[in-house]
């Protein structure tokens, strides 16, 4: 297991720091951010995916709170601010009131707390996923015509692939920046990138584990992170 690098970079040291990790899908890096020495509280809709995160943080000998909650109705369960919240790596798309997962952010982020998000960059998912590996951009979903991508099956990850409906709602970077100023939450910084993790886009490797398009390395964007120490609430 490693920590996206990208994120890993802009990290300032956690020993020792409540680390509230969102969207945690089946707490591998809950895991790596507690080896870090952070005190993890990991959170996930799934419940198959929580449960594996357990053992996985009890084969790690580490000390993880595992939370099964729908992040944007996480203050009924959870009463507490912390000195980081940390989401990564296709969490985004799964929300759809981003606005109310800014609510959350801003309740539970302590008032010298700072939040770190990096996903895939909206402009990077309009493409025509079968082109884009062909060298052509052609538009398939529409950036400011946003439909809900609806699944009949959910599964691959903690437990096997089961019947379930389940939404992906594609974001604007505008929807991004209004969850964060609507709910009174500063950037610092705003970072782009022409490479992201595997499973997120990419079909050719480059340094650190990462991969890119070999058609458009260094010339389009594939993953944003909104930086070191990207977000505080406003004294």
């Not at 890993?8 to 089946?26: E, M, R, Y």
């Not at 801003?106 to 770190?116: A, D, R, T």
């Not at 082109?131 to 903690?158: D, M, R």
């Not at 604007?172 to 782009?192: G, V």
Request: aromatic share 12%.
């Amino acid at each position: 297991m490693k920590l996206n690098p990208l994120v890993l970079k802009q990290l300032p040291d956690l020993i020792g720091k409540s680390v509230l990790h969102l969207q945690c899908n089946t707490g591998s890096d809950s895991v790596l951010l507690a080896l870090l020495g952070a005190k993890v509280t990991a959170v996930d809709l799934g419940i198959k995916n929580v449960e594996y995160g357990r053992q996985l943080a009890e084969t790690a000998n580490v000390d993880i709170r595992f939370i099964q909650s729908d992040v944007v109705k996480l203050d009924e369960t959870l009463y507490e601010v912390f000195d980081y919240i940390i989401t990564f790596d296709g969490v985004l798309g799964w929300i759809e009131n981003l606005n109310a997962w800014g609510r959350i952010v801003k309740k539970m982020l302590h008032p010298q707390g700072k939040i770190f998000v990096c996903d895939s960059h909206p402009l990077y998912l309009i493409w025509d996923e079968s082109h884009i590996v062909k060298g052509q951009l052609v538009i398939k979903y529409p950036y400011f015509k946003k439909e809900v991508e609806v699944e009949e099956s959910i599964g691959g990850y903690a437990s096997d692939s089961k019947e379930a409906t389940n939404y992906y709602f594609a974001y604007t970077m505008k929807k991004l920046l209004d969850a964060f100023s609507s709910n009174q939450l500063f950037i610092e910084t705003f970072e782009e990138y022409d490479r992201c993790v595997p499973g997120m886009g990419g079909d050719t490797p480059v340094e650190e584990g990462l991969v890119t398009h070999r058609h458009f390395e260094g010339n389009y964007r594939f993953s944003f992170l909104f930086g070191r120490h990207i977000a505080k609430v406003r004294g």
